[in-house]
């Protein structure tokens, strides 16, 4: 077996290489309810980070992943890009359009809630973190991976309601309400 | 009628977990000589995440402009960059050598004189009008990749007093799963600021970090041209279970 290479920081200047593939819209076209999400990145001294990526990878309206295997899933919605990749801005804001989720498998017999997987790079970072957000519904209760997680600190991976058609979402890296991440 | 317990099986069993690094083979969130991991890295503990088809699948994107012109960082512009002319070429492979074909690397870095044609970018060097420092390329059906570009400079940063990065490549993969994503940095045989360098230095483990560095190669160097060097690219590989063949 060999060794994985080591992951290094993407660095201040990953705009450079990544900007031109960058995508907002995980919803693709002929989405019938898409939901903006909008988002903020703070660092431990609460100050925003502006110097992020964040992506983000979920299902579609029905639980079918886009790709699987590196393959198309054809059961997915035709149109649908299951994926989105968008830097932060001066006030370490970002957002991205998206559907909400269908459920989509556990590793046991267990469906999970609607959520999106959500990987964030930055300067200062030597790997990726790994977190999830989760969209309002009351699957989440019994969701196999939010069991996993505190009870108290539940809530921040969940998404806020704002009119129909928004979700707000802040991630904090770290200190007072620090968002939950995953060793992946 | 295929049950949710039917399918959640056969999903398993189709999609094998990733296996987890060892201890000092991946860097940590915190490392405190990477001044800026101090306050940005999580300080409560990681909460340890099974493998789901949400980890375990993950985009294919970019084909489409992945032109052949993305891959010669040296030929993007009317002339021609200043520099020491390089080919890198090299595989993608996971962890029990089995190539990653068709899959995309993102490719980014400084100029010969160590600055990036980034707005955020001060450093007292020149810029290059024939050099964005900038590609993208897709391995072949053996996982093989290859570009062409000019060997970057080294540059000062602010991370400890007289801080010098060793010259670099930025390098950002997927392969088949979000959980294999990978940004990396490809370094240079024999440069000296790589003792010196807290963020090649953040993997403990030296058989992991000498995959960071590239191997100067005769073979691929084309005479009366541009240097060689050999880079190979390893990601996770996939757990091994009973049901492996």
Known sequence: MM????????????????????????????????????????????????????????????GEYAFINGKPNEKAR????????????????FQFRTVKPGRVPYIDARMQAPHALIMIGMRG??????????????????????????????????????????LRWQVRTQGPGETVFFDY | MTTDFQRGAQLALKHRPLRRAQPGAQPDYLYPPYGSSVRRAPSQPLVLLPHTLSELSGPVFGHDRVTPGAADLTAQHDG???????????????????????????IWQCNAAGRYAHRMDTH????????????????DKQGRYSFTTIKPGAYPWRNHPNAWRPAHVHLSLFGLAMATRLVTQM????????????????????????????????????????????????????DATPMEQ
């Open chain 1, 3 to 62: 060794l994985a290479t080591p992951s290094q920081t993407v660095g201040p200047y990953f705009r450079l290489g990544l900007d031109e593939l960058n995508q907002s819209d995980v919803a693709g076209v002929g989405a019938h309810s898409p939901i903006l999400v909008q988002g903020q990145v703070l660092d431990g001294a609460a100050e925003p980070i502006p110097d992020c990526v964040i992506e983000v990878w979920q299902a579609d309206e029905n």
């Open chain 1, 78 to 93: 035709a149109g649908f890009a299951g994926f989105a990749r968008v830097p932060t801005d001066i006030d370490g804001r």
């Open chain 1, 125 to 166: 970072l030597l790997k990726f973190l790994m977190t999830r957000l989760y969209f309002p519904d009351p699957s989440s209760a019994e969701d196999p991976v939010l069991l996993l997680v505190d009870a108290a600190r539940r809530p921040g991976l969940i998404g806020v309601r704002e009119g129909e058609n928004e």
């Open chain 2, 80 to 106: 021609v960059p200043l520099g020491e002319r390089i080919i890198v070429s090299g595989r993608v492979l996971d962890e029990d050598g089995r190539a990653i074909p068709e899959t995309l690397i993102e």
């Open chain 2, 124 to 139: 007292d060097a020149p810029l290059d009008p024939n050099f964005s420092g900038y590609g993208r390329v897709l391995t």
């Open chain 2, 187 to 238: 370094y240079f045989p024999g440069d000296p600021l790589l003792a010196l360098d807290p963020i090649y230095n953040s993997t403990a483990n030296p058989r992991a970090r000498e995959r960071l560095v590239s191997a100067f190669d005769l073979d691929s160097t084309r005479p009366e041209w541009a240097l060689g060097y050999l880079f190979d690219i390893v990601l996770r590989g996939r």
